[in-house]
């Protein structure tokens, strides 16, 4: 895939979703207080055990262009101030990180103005790895959602669900991103889960890939639909290997720039 004619794409394809986002906002906000309604019991009843789902990230961390997604340059020296003091360039969508509604809409919700009543909310676990292991662009699809949903009881309103694909373990090689050749090879949503996770009234879905998106999609599909209708995403979530199916609140600790399409977020889960 050519990653000059990839940006090119989404740059034509941004589009206002104004009128969609009014449309789902009185929704979205419902959702988010059931989402956090569900949330309070769980901490009260939780071991206290907390798992972190965030990467360590520096300028060699995988990015989806390629570039270094943060630059470290020394504003204040030690020996010679005594204290220290980095000056940091990030690039929002870099790391662990919160894919905000204005991503990829023109005038969505930025990650300041959401919710803080969606960013604390039950998280349900998806397993696909062992799909994954034969396809690097394996999906949640549907049928994955279904069949959660058999084992363990229907999603909980305003809640975050996650995509375990293994794909956090490749951090550090080629493989997270890219085949040999060059082409994009990592698994994500499809957009027929997403719709019916919409549906359900989640509040997020989580992947622990470069993308909400599996690698060989070519029409961003699902960053062009969940984004725009009100909801988040979180993208290169690490640790869900050490998580059950159900059970567990999530901290998203994203944060709270203007005018922010997302940004490095801390994000760890209580069980």
């Known amino acids: 895939m050519c990653h000059a004619c990839v940006i090119d794409n989404v740059k034509k394809s941004m589009l206002s979703r104004r009128d969609l ?3 789902t906002a009185a929704t979205g906000l419902a959702a988010a207080a059931a989402g956090l309604i569900s949330a309070r019991p769980a901490l009260a009843q939780s071991s206290g055990k907390v798992v972190d789902l965030t ?3 520096d300028d060699t961390f995988p990015t989806f262009d390629g ?6 340059e020394e504003a204040v020296n030690f020996d010679k101030s005594g204290y220290q003091l980095w000056k940091l360039t990030i690039y929002e969508h870099t790391g662990t990180h919160i894919d905000a509604p204005l991503h990829f809409s023109k005038d969505g919700t930025s990650v300041a103005e959401l919710d803080p ?9 998806i397993d696909i790895s062992a799909k994954a292991k034969d396809d690097a662009n394996a999906m949640v699809e549907t049928a994955d959602i279904e069949a959660w949903i058999s084992a363990n009881g229907d999603i909980p309103a305003g809640a975050c669900v996650a995509m375990h694909s293994g794909w956090a ?33 989640v509040a997020g ?9 599996p690698g060989n999609s070519a029409d961003f599909a699902v960053h062009y639909s969940w984004l725009p ?5 979180i993208e290169n979530l690490a640790g869900l290997d050490a998580l059950p199916p159900k059970g567990a609140t999530i901290f998203v600790g994203a944060p709270k720039h203007a005018r922010g399409t997302g940004g490095p977020a801390r994000v760890m889960a209580v069980l």
């Open 205 to 213: 879905i989580g992947v622990d890939t470069l993308s909400l998106d």
């Open 55 to 57: 990467h360590t990230y």
């Open 117 to 125: 009543g969606s960013l604390v909310c039950p998280l349900c676990v």
């Open 229 to 233: 209708s009100g909801h988040y995403g």
């Open 67 to 72: 570039n270094p997604g943060i630059l470290y």
């Open 169 to 201: 373990a490749k951090v550090g090689d080629p493989s997270y991103r890219n085949t040999p050749d060059g082409n994009f090879a990592f698994p994500g949503f499809s957009k027929g889960a997403t719709d019916m996770l919409a549906e359900a009234g």
């Open 21 to 23: 986002f009014r449309g």
